[in-house]
């Protein structure tokens, strides 16, 4: 195993050791010790049971498991929501563009990515959870800590296939193989993701010695969104009070917003006061899996971060989401949904070669949008103004829009980015899993909830007034690179659905492209509307890639079971083989 630290805990898998060096002679050779596993001595002392957690973090990535299994979820909460589409062409990784209609089935195998990901990352706590059990060489107080790290983990994982496939078997470290394959998936998971994170909470310590692991903090803001999950708004605002008023990240820092938008997510100030939990990458160790592998294609296309070859262009910002970020005179966002009407769309360069000229948008904008997306005319981090086309590989199929969040600064080229790949995409910035907006957002939700209007809209302002405070600047003018209004709410909120459509689309706004839409839009049960609006408008702009789009309620608000994994989980029933699993209605 092998152990990084640079400032934080970066997470490398310890499970592919070096095989020793053998020779020929066939005595040695019959002589020689298994190689290539640790015993079950390595296993048990205080180092292996270490070593077997840091691979639980190490999943967080979706390590081994293509691009979809990580905590990114860029097409599942972002693409499903309609935040970007596919992007790149028609023919490149085809196998998206189901799940950005709604179309998915159970033997697309982008599913079973994020099912046998999530799953990996269980049976691997569940592995550190069942050694500590067994353990008689470490303190009472470390095995108590390393466990509560363990089920913190655990309580992730579940989470993560708790809203993306509704109904999942429990496994824990109490089963054995035989009995593992015989669970079913019929019973509510809730209730055992909320005992792991409150064991989490109750255990783990206020700080951390690496600032990778998650502390009694964190644990308590996961917790919190389990509850919110479940609309149980009073238990959740009981805890949001006590994170938002006395929180602080595992490294210390008492919780709060960054000052600029931008160094949110900028490598070069990463594990700042608004992390809450983030994968720790690492860039240049040797393995790209250690950096954010799973976003690798997610730049613009040609030159720029892509560098000088032709990748990728994935991940397209919608026209939908682009417009969204248009505001009133007084800087406040069009809730009754007229910033898509024509006198209100952002202008773009649509159809526009590079060549031609095009002047951005003059109207009043919030300034995320150009910290969250790369348009025509507008500075790409330090790189230089977004040319619009040349950037774009096919801007008739996915739009004129690029995603920008997490993408790296041309300073950050060899230190913050891994050059040693086919593509220079992979990267070390930290993704933040939870961040300390999200937490403010969803506690304004909770005191909406529980009748605490003004507390709501308190909190939602702070996020406003950060926004506020971030600019993205016109290298040649010196000045502003667009029209940047934004206000605060300023009136007293009177109504519960007014507060709450507030509350909403500034979740749509800040964290736009960061996986949460979709699983916001369902959990608030307005994603068939929602989505089918989105579908009837984005359609119009983008006829060849999502004309003629439908969602389909109570079935597309969770994704099929995959049938590969109802195909192994068989027994043998009086009829003859039947599966463990149940699919989900509609599949």
């Known amino acids: 195993m092998k152990l990084v630290f640079r400032k934080k805990i970066t997470y490398i898998a310890m499970f592919g050791l070096m095989l020793n060096s053998i020779g020929c002679n066939e005595d040695k050779f019959l002589d020689v010790p298994v190689t290539g596993q640790l015993s079950e001595t390595q296993l048990n002392s205080p180092e292996g049971l270490e070593g077997l957690l840091i691979g ?5 990535n979706g390590r081994g498991t293509e691009w979809m299994g990580g905590a990114e979820n860029w097409l599942w909460g972002s693409i499903r929501g309609g935040d970007a589409n596919k992007g790149s062409d028609a023919g490149d990784f085809n196998s998206i563009i189901p799940f950005a209609r709604h179309e998915q089935n159970p033997t697309n195998n982008l599913t079973n990515d994020k099912w046998f990901s999530s799953f990996e990352g269980i049976s691997r706590a569940n592995t550190v959870l069942a050694g500590l059990a067994a353990s008689e060489v470490m303190s009472e107080d470390r095995k108590v800590t390393m466990a509560a790290e363990a089920r913190f983990l655990r309580g992730h994982f579940y989470f993560e296939l708790r809203k993306i496939f509704l109904n999942i078997p429990w496994l824990d470290e109490t089963l054995t193989q035989p009995e593992i394959i015989e669970v079913p998936n019929t019973e509510e998971v809730w209730p055992n993701i909320e005992a792991d994170f409150q064991f989490a909470m109750n255990n783990l310590p206020e700080t951390q010695a690496e600032v990778g692991r998650p502390n009694k903090w964190a644990a308590a803001v996961f917790l919190a969104r389990t509850y919110m999950y479940q609309d149980k708004f009073n238990e959740a605002k ?45 860039s ?10 799973g976003i690798a294609m997610n730049y613009p296309y040609n030159t720029g971060p892509a560098g000088p070859g032709e990748c990728c262009g994935f991940y397209q910002p919608s026209f939908e989401l682009v417009n969204s970020y248009r505001t009133s005179a007084d800087g406040l ?34 300034p995320r949008l150009d910290h969250s997306i790369g348009r025509r005319g507008i500075m790409f981090l330090d790189w230089q103004k977004h040319p619009g086309d040349d950037w774009i590989r096919d801007q008739g199929y996915a739009g004129p829009f690029t995603q920008k969040k997490y993408s790296y600064y041309e300073a950050d080229k060899g230190i ?8 220079p995409g992979y990267h070390s910035i930290n993704f933040m899993i939870m961040r300390f907006s999200d937490v403010l957002l969803m506690a304004a939700e909770a005191e ?66 960061e996986g949460q839409r979709f699983f916001d839009l369902v959990r608030w049960g307005i994603a068939d509307s929602e989505m089918n609006a989105y579908f009837d408008y984005e ?17 597309d608000e969770y994704l099929p079971i995959p049938q590969e994994q109802i195909d192994r989980q068989q027994i043998e029933g009086s009829d003859g083989s039947t599966s463990v699993l149940i699919q989900n209605p509609g599949y």
């Not at 913050?416 to 593509?423: A, K, L, P, R, V």
């Open 56 to 60: 639980v973090y190490s999943v967080l």
């Open 238 to 282: 009981v805890l949001y009070d006590d994170i938002i008023a006395n929180g602080q990240t595992s490294n210390g820092l008492k919780y709060g917003l960054v000052e600029n938008f931008e160094d949110v997510f900028r490598g070069t100030n990463e594990n700042h006061q608004e992390s809450v939990f983030a994968f720790q990458a690492a």
């Open 284 to 293: 240049n160790t040797g393995s790209i899996a250690n950096t954010n592998n």
């Open 333 to 366: 966002p069009l809730l009754d949904g007229s910033y898509n009407n024509a006198a209100n769309a952002v202008k773009d360069d649509y159809g526009i070669l590079s060549a031609d000229p095009f002047e951005p948008d003059q109207g009043p904008l919030d």
């Open 416 to 423: 913050y980015q891994d050059g040693s790949s086919w593509t």
């Open 448 to 513: 909406i909830e529980v009748g605490s209007l003004e507390t709501a809209r308190e909190y939602v302002n702070m996020v406003r007034a950060r926004a506020a405070n971030s600019f993205v600047m016109d290298p040649d003018t010196e000045g502003p690179a667009a029209n940047y209004v934004i206000g605060t709410y300023d009136t007293p909120w009177t109504g519960q659905d007014a507060a709450r459509q507030a509350v909403r689309f500034e979740r749509k706004l800040e964290l736009a492209l």
């Open 539 to 555: 359609g119009t702009r983008l006829q060849t890639n999502l004309a003629g789009a439908e969602f389909t309620p109570n079935q």
